[in-house]
Structures are given as C-alpha cells and as structure tokens.
C-alpha cells in the first residue's frame, strides 16, 4: 500500500443534471514516441496497443518509460447531441488527470493542453482535463478521432483518474469558480484576518445571479467559518468577490465555494494555510506508548519500503521544490 506523505490537491465538482451520456469506449490505443502525424484521423493503428485510460501506462505493461507516448480512441457523436452542442458552445471532452504534461487534438485540432512540453517542461500530473470542443469540430454521426500527446518527466505516466467523457454543455459548464489568492502556495503570513479573493467567469448570455457560500474546516474537519452573499455577474463577463475571514490560528483549513442558481450551480474545493510552521501540537503519548513504537519499529523492518521521489511541477516555485514521497 502506497503511503503519500505529502498531497495537496484541489477539486472542482460540477453540480447540475447531465443532459447526455458519455459516449467515449473504455478501451483506447497507445503507442510509446512522438511524431507528428499521430494526430491524423486516417493513421493506421495496427501497431498500436491496446490501453485504459483509467489508469498510468506503467501499471498497463509498460513499466519504467518515461518520456512522449500518445493515446488515440474514435468516437461516434450521435446526431442527437448536435442541437445542445451549438447552443451552448461545444462539447465538454473530460479526461480525467495525465501525469505530466499534454497536449490534446479532436480531429486534428488542438482543443487545449495543460503542463508545457520540453524544453520549457512544466508538469502538471494533477491536474483535471476538460477541453471545449467547438461544434464545428466535430463531424455528426460519424467516427471522430481524439488523438492525446503526453509527455512524463518520471514516475507514472499517462492517462487516469478518468472515465473520459464527451457530453454537451449544461449550465454548470458555462460557469468557472475559483480564487485568486496571490501566493502561489496558498501559505498565508501576517495578519489573522485575510480577505479570500474570488472570481466568478460567467459564459451566459444574460446577467448571472446566485448566492455564493464559503465554508471553512479545519484540518480535523470541524467548521471554523461560513459566510454567505449575493452575487451578480454581466453576460459573457468575469466578476470579483472577496470574503473576510478573521481570527486564523496558525495550521491548515479546507474550504469550499459553492454558488447556488437556478441557472447553474458550482462548487470549488480549495486548501490553505496560515503561518503553518507556528502550529503547536502539544505532547499527548499514551502509556503503552514505547510498547507500540517498538512493536512497530519491528514490523516495519520487515518489509522493504521502495522509497520513491516524485517531484511536483506544479507546486514548484523558483523558491522551493515540493516533491511526493512514495512508500510500500
């Protein structure tokens, strides 16, 4: 069992009905390499292997390879899709996380990419993917090619966390939720009464109104602030909010956004930090403790950890490193 002992990691949830299936197969193909024609509709799979993108290549046969691969699966978009895809711009192609960088094609158009390529490599393993592709992309009723270039630096590599999807827009899709914190770490120092900045893009074509709640735990789970307002946004435009929290002790806090509309409904899930290294955790061993340590120690010894250290590109800034300790 892998034991993280260090994770970070930020979720968005996307709230609202569904208004169609994914209609992407579970079984894609995957060849190790890079060439550019790979995203051609007609290229010949034949020596393609067969691969889920549920989970790393290296847990799939192909164990130790860092560097390009690309994936490739067709896919029917019934005509039925057609009419939602043009009136809310698009279709929504979800993937899951890729560990590290990629670069992702429908049709042979490039629909978006996270992380950046070598040489300006920037990995970014956990990170969602939903891509907008354009309607004008997609050929109705026929086989359309999603062609994914991937680049891994080191450790796992590849498509998981998935199921892919392709689905039509809902309302949710036309909104993004998220802060703007300036520090990049998300480790706030100074004062215990911050201002939580917040932004709300809005694709709809009339003014948006909801009502934004944000809710923070600490790190044991125990509801430390909540606070609630009204807000409004301008067609096709981006608007600004902030909270006032007040009195942090130092540690670590969860907290989520959630805006509730009958046009659409959002939540962002976000962690944070204030003057961490300042926690006090007060001595609490109990007396059979030396006991359990011992008897512990013993077990570990055992069993060979397979220490593994997987650098975090995303968190990484030019002042620190922060990097994944893995174990058995």
């Not at 689905?167 to 998220?178: I, V």
Request: net charge positive.
């Amino acid at each position: 069992m892998k034991r993280a002992i260090l994770a970070l990691a930020a979720v968005v949830l996307l709230a609202g009905p569904a208004l169609s299936q994914s209609i992407v197969p579970a079984e894609w193909k995957f060849l190790k390499g890079d060439k550019p024609h790979y995203i051609d509709s007609a290229l010949n799979e034949y020596w393609w292997n067969d691969i889920s993108p549920l989970t790393t290549w290296e847990k799939q046969g192909f164990q130790g390879y860092d560097g390009f691969a690309w994936y490739r699966v067709k896919v029917v978009v019934p005509p039925k899709m057609k009419k939602n895809a043009y009136k809310y711009g698009g279709l929504m192609l979800n993937l899951g996380k890729i560990d590290d960088a990629d670069e992702t094609f429908f049709n042979g158009h490039l629909v978006g990419a996270t992380g950046k390529m070598p040489p300006d490599y920037s990995g970014a393993y956990d990170r969602p993917r939903s891509y907008l592709v354009p309607p004008e992309y997609v050929q109705w009723g026929k086989k359309n090619t999603i062609a994914v270039r991937v680049y891994d630096a080191g450790g796992d590599g590849g498509l998981y966390g998935g199921p892919a999807e392709l689905t039509t827009r809902g309302n949710p899709d036309l909104l993004k939720l998220g802060t703007a914190f300036k520090q990049e770490d998300m480790i706030i120092k100074g004062s215990p009464d911050i201002e939580i900045p917040v932004t709300l893009k809005s694709e709809f074509r009339k003014k948006y109104r909801g009502a934004l709640i944000l809710t923070i735990k600490t790190d044991f789970g125990e509801e430390f602030h909540k606070d609630y307002r009204e807000v409004a946004v301008k067609k096709m435009s981006t608007g600004h909010f902030s909270f006032r929290v007040k009195d942090l002790e130092p540690g670590f806090y969860k907290a989520t956004l959630s805006l509730e509309s009958k046009m659409g409904n959002k939540k962002h899930n976000f962690n944070f930090g204030y003057e961490p290294e300042k926690i006090v955790s007060p001595a609490d061993p109990q007396p059979d403790f030396a006991e359990f340590w011992q008897r512990a120690k013993d077990e570990l010894a055992g069993v060979d950890p397979q220490y593994k250290l997987i650098r975090i590109d995303s968190l990484c800034t030019e002042k620190q490193n922060v990097y994944l300790v893995e174990m058995r």
